[in-house]
Protein backbone atom coordinates (compact mmCIF):
# COMPACT_ATOMS: atom_id res chain seq x y z
CA UNK A 1 0.00 0.00 0.00
CA UNK A 2 1.34 3.59 -0.87
CA UNK A 3 1.54 5.73 2.14
CA UNK A 4 3.63 8.25 4.44
CA UNK A 5 4.52 7.23 7.76
CA UNK A 6 5.04 8.85 10.56
CA UNK A 7 6.64 7.87 14.12
CA UNK A 8 5.85 8.44 16.49
CA UNK A 9 1.97 9.61 16.40
CA UNK A 10 1.63 10.86 20.05
CA UNK A 11 4.84 12.00 22.35
CA UNK A 12 5.10 14.26 25.29
CA UNK A 13 8.94 15.76 26.46
CA UNK A 14 10.54 17.93 28.43
CA UNK A 15 12.18 21.26 27.17
CA UNK A 16 15.59 20.90 26.04
CA UNK A 17 15.48 17.25 25.54
CA UNK A 18 16.32 16.21 21.54
CA UNK A 19 13.88 14.23 19.81
CA UNK A 20 13.12 13.08 16.26
CA UNK A 21 10.17 12.59 14.28
CA UNK A 22 10.79 9.65 11.75
CA UNK A 23 8.82 10.17 8.44
CA UNK A 24 9.25 7.45 5.46
CA UNK A 25 7.34 7.04 1.88
CA UNK A 26 6.96 4.15 -0.21
CA UNK A 27 6.75 5.67 -3.39
CA UNK A 28 9.45 6.72 -4.52
CA UNK A 29 8.78 10.09 -4.25
CA UNK A 30 11.43 13.23 -5.31
CA UNK A 31 10.02 15.78 -3.10
CA UNK A 32 8.83 15.55 0.86
CA UNK A 33 8.44 18.22 3.38
CA UNK A 34 7.34 19.08 6.87
CA UNK A 35 4.30 21.02 8.23
CA UNK A 36 3.02 21.72 11.28
CA UNK A 37 -0.64 22.71 12.28
CA UNK A 38 -1.61 25.00 15.05
CA UNK A 39 -5.11 26.45 15.64
CA UNK A 40 -5.63 29.68 14.01
CA UNK A 41 -2.91 29.30 12.53
CA UNK A 42 -3.55 26.61 9.90
CA UNK A 43 -0.98 24.63 8.05
CA UNK A 44 2.76 26.00 8.40
CA UNK A 45 5.49 24.28 6.37
CA UNK A 46 8.85 24.07 8.09
CA UNK A 47 11.39 22.68 5.55
CA UNK A 48 11.21 20.32 2.42
CA UNK A 49 13.40 18.81 -0.16
CA UNK A 50 13.87 18.19 -3.45
CA UNK A 51 15.42 15.34 -3.74
CA UNK A 52 18.27 13.17 -1.50
CA UNK A 53 20.95 15.56 0.03
CA UNK A 54 19.08 18.82 -1.34
CA UNK A 55 16.53 20.52 1.70
CA UNK A 56 15.56 24.22 1.86
CA UNK A 57 13.98 26.25 4.77
CA UNK A 58 9.49 26.87 4.43
CA UNK A 59 8.66 29.27 6.36
CA UNK A 60 8.30 28.51 9.66
CA UNK A 61 12.20 26.50 10.47
CA UNK A 62 13.42 28.05 13.71
CA UNK A 63 14.30 25.13 15.70
CA UNK A 64 14.15 22.60 13.85
CA UNK A 65 16.46 20.72 11.77
CA UNK A 66 16.08 17.88 8.80
CA UNK A 67 18.22 15.78 6.98
CA UNK A 68 17.75 13.73 3.31
CA UNK A 69 20.15 11.08 3.48
CA UNK A 70 17.92 8.77 1.89
CA UNK A 71 15.24 9.36 -0.83
CA UNK A 72 12.57 7.35 1.30
CA UNK A 73 13.28 9.25 4.63
CA UNK A 74 13.12 12.45 6.01
CA UNK A 75 13.49 12.85 9.95
CA UNK A 76 12.22 16.03 11.54
CA UNK A 77 14.87 16.82 14.08
CA UNK A 78 14.50 19.21 17.28
CA UNK A 79 17.42 19.55 19.14
CA UNK A 80 15.91 21.77 21.64
CA UNK A 81 12.30 21.33 22.08
CA UNK A 82 10.39 24.21 23.94
CA UNK A 83 7.17 24.57 24.69
CA UNK A 84 6.05 26.91 21.33
CA UNK A 85 7.03 23.77 19.68
CA UNK A 86 3.42 21.78 21.04
CA UNK A 87 2.31 21.28 17.46
CA UNK A 88 0.55 18.88 15.31
CA UNK A 89 3.03 17.64 12.64
CA UNK A 90 2.46 16.52 9.44
CA UNK A 91 4.93 14.70 6.67
CA UNK A 92 3.85 15.00 3.01
CA UNK A 93 5.73 13.49 0.20
CA UNK A 94 4.87 14.63 -3.72
CA UNK A 95 6.54 12.91 -6.64
CA UNK A 96 8.46 16.32 -7.55
CA UNK A 97 7.27 19.95 -7.75
CA UNK A 98 6.60 21.72 -10.57
CA UNK A 99 4.33 18.99 -12.04
CA UNK A 100 0.47 20.03 -12.65
CA UNK A 101 -0.50 16.54 -12.21
CA UNK A 102 1.37 15.73 -9.01
CA UNK A 103 -0.43 15.58 -6.05
CA UNK A 104 0.86 15.59 -2.18
CA UNK A 105 0.02 12.43 0.27
CA UNK A 106 0.04 13.01 3.84
CA UNK A 107 1.24 10.92 6.94
CA UNK A 108 -0.93 10.31 9.86
CA UNK A 109 0.09 13.32 11.97
CA UNK A 110 2.54 13.23 14.88
CA UNK A 111 0.80 15.00 18.01
CA UNK A 112 4.08 16.62 20.42
CA UNK A 113 3.78 17.90 23.63
CA UNK A 114 6.83 20.02 25.27
CA UNK A 115 5.92 20.64 28.58
CA UNK B 1 3.44 35.82 -1.68
CA UNK B 2 0.82 33.30 -2.35
CA UNK B 3 -2.36 33.77 0.10
CA UNK B 4 -5.27 31.58 0.10
CA UNK B 5 -8.45 32.15 1.79
CA UNK B 6 -11.13 30.40 2.90
CA UNK B 7 -15.04 31.20 3.01
CA UNK B 8 -17.18 30.88 5.61
CA UNK B 9 -14.78 29.43 8.35
CA UNK B 10 -17.69 27.57 9.65
CA UNK B 11 -20.90 25.80 7.98
CA UNK B 12 -23.38 24.08 9.70
CA UNK B 13 -26.33 22.28 7.77
CA UNK B 14 -29.11 19.49 7.64
CA UNK B 15 -28.41 16.17 6.32
CA UNK B 16 -29.75 16.24 2.53
CA UNK B 17 -28.71 19.94 1.64
CA UNK B 18 -26.19 20.59 -1.38
CA UNK B 19 -23.27 23.05 0.05
CA UNK B 20 -20.43 24.72 -1.57
CA UNK B 21 -17.45 25.48 -0.03
CA UNK B 22 -15.02 28.60 -1.17
CA UNK B 23 -11.52 28.93 -1.66
CA UNK B 24 -9.20 32.03 -3.10
CA UNK B 25 -5.86 32.51 -4.22
CA UNK B 26 -3.97 35.84 -4.66
CA UNK B 27 -1.42 34.83 -7.44
CA UNK B 28 -3.16 32.76 -10.41
CA UNK B 29 0.32 31.14 -11.32
CA UNK B 30 -0.14 27.86 -10.26
CA UNK B 31 0.53 24.62 -11.30
CA UNK B 32 -2.58 22.77 -9.56
CA UNK B 33 -5.19 23.06 -6.39
CA UNK B 34 -5.47 20.13 -4.33
CA UNK B 35 -8.53 19.63 -1.80
CA UNK B 36 -8.45 17.96 1.33
CA UNK B 37 -10.49 16.39 4.35
CA UNK B 38 -9.32 16.56 7.88
CA UNK B 39 -10.87 14.55 10.70
CA UNK B 40 -10.18 16.34 14.37
CA UNK B 41 -7.36 15.25 15.51
CA UNK B 42 -6.58 13.19 12.09
CA UNK B 43 -4.49 13.33 8.96
CA UNK B 44 -5.29 14.86 5.88
CA UNK B 45 -7.35 12.92 3.11
CA UNK B 46 -6.85 13.84 -0.46
CA UNK B 47 -10.23 14.42 -2.56
CA UNK B 48 -9.56 16.11 -5.47
CA UNK B 49 -6.88 18.00 -7.52
CA UNK B 50 -7.47 19.98 -10.38
CA UNK B 51 -4.73 20.44 -12.59
CA UNK B 52 -4.18 24.36 -13.65
CA UNK B 53 -5.61 23.44 -17.15
CA UNK B 54 -8.57 22.18 -16.19
CA UNK B 55 -11.72 23.24 -14.76
CA UNK B 56 -13.45 21.19 -12.96
CA UNK B 57 -12.68 17.38 -11.06
CA UNK B 58 -15.88 15.09 -10.05
CA UNK B 59 -15.50 12.24 -7.45
CA UNK B 60 -18.87 10.64 -6.30
CA UNK B 61 -21.07 13.36 -4.91
CA UNK B 62 -17.77 15.74 -4.91
CA UNK B 63 -17.10 18.48 -7.82
CA UNK B 64 -14.48 20.84 -7.44
CA UNK B 65 -14.44 23.96 -9.86
CA UNK B 66 -11.59 26.21 -11.14
CA UNK B 67 -11.12 29.34 -12.51
CA UNK B 68 -7.92 29.96 -12.14
CA UNK B 69 -8.13 34.15 -13.67
CA UNK B 70 -10.31 34.91 -10.82
CA UNK B 71 -8.06 32.88 -8.26
CA UNK B 72 -11.21 30.97 -7.26
CA UNK B 73 -12.35 27.69 -6.42
CA UNK B 74 -15.60 25.81 -5.49
CA UNK B 75 -16.04 22.29 -3.78
CA UNK B 76 -19.99 21.42 -4.38
CA UNK B 77 -21.23 18.38 -1.74
CA UNK B 78 -23.90 16.47 -2.95
CA UNK B 79 -26.89 15.57 -0.81
CA UNK B 80 -24.48 15.94 2.49
CA UNK B 81 -24.41 13.64 4.97
CA UNK B 82 -23.15 13.43 8.67
CA UNK B 83 -20.43 11.34 7.84
CA UNK B 84 -18.93 14.76 5.33
CA UNK B 85 -18.60 16.66 8.46
CA UNK B 86 -14.82 17.48 9.04
CA UNK B 87 -12.80 20.33 8.29
CA UNK B 88 -11.57 21.04 4.58
CA UNK B 89 -8.93 22.14 3.15
CA UNK B 90 -7.76 23.59 -0.40
CA UNK B 91 -3.83 24.22 -0.98
CA UNK B 92 -2.07 25.42 -4.27
CA UNK B 93 1.25 24.32 -5.40
CA UNK B 94 2.41 27.93 -7.02
CA UNK B 95 4.89 27.87 -10.15
CA UNK B 96 7.22 30.07 -8.99
CA UNK B 97 7.78 28.25 -5.94
CA UNK B 98 9.29 24.96 -4.09
CA UNK B 99 6.02 24.85 -1.12
CA UNK B 100 2.44 24.56 -1.13
CA UNK B 101 -0.07 27.31 0.28
CA UNK B 102 -2.94 26.18 2.15
CA UNK B 103 -6.17 27.56 3.31
CA UNK B 104 -7.14 28.12 6.62
CA UNK B 105 -10.08 25.33 6.19
CA UNK B 106 -13.66 25.34 6.74
CA UNK B 107 -15.39 23.39 9.19
CA UNK B 108 -18.13 21.20 8.32
CA UNK B 109 -21.27 20.12 10.25
CA UNK B 110 -23.65 18.31 9.12
CA UNK B 111 -26.35 17.53 11.07
CA UNK B 112 -28.84 14.31 11.47
Known amino acids: EAQVTQNPRYLITVTGKKLTVTCSQN?????MSWYRQDPGLGLRQIYY???????DKGDVPEGYKVSRKEKRNFPLILESPSPNQTSLYFCASSPEMGQASYEQYFGPGTRLTVT | KQEVTQIPAALSVPEGENLVLNCSFTDSAIYNLQWFRQDPGKGLTSLLL?????REQTSGRLNASLDKSSGRSTLYIAASQPGDSATYLC???????????FGPGTRLSVLP
Open chain 1, 27 to 31: MNHEY
Open chain 2, 91 to 101: AVSPNYGQNFV
Open chain 1, 49 to 55: SMNVEVT
Open chain 2, 50 to 54: IQSSQ
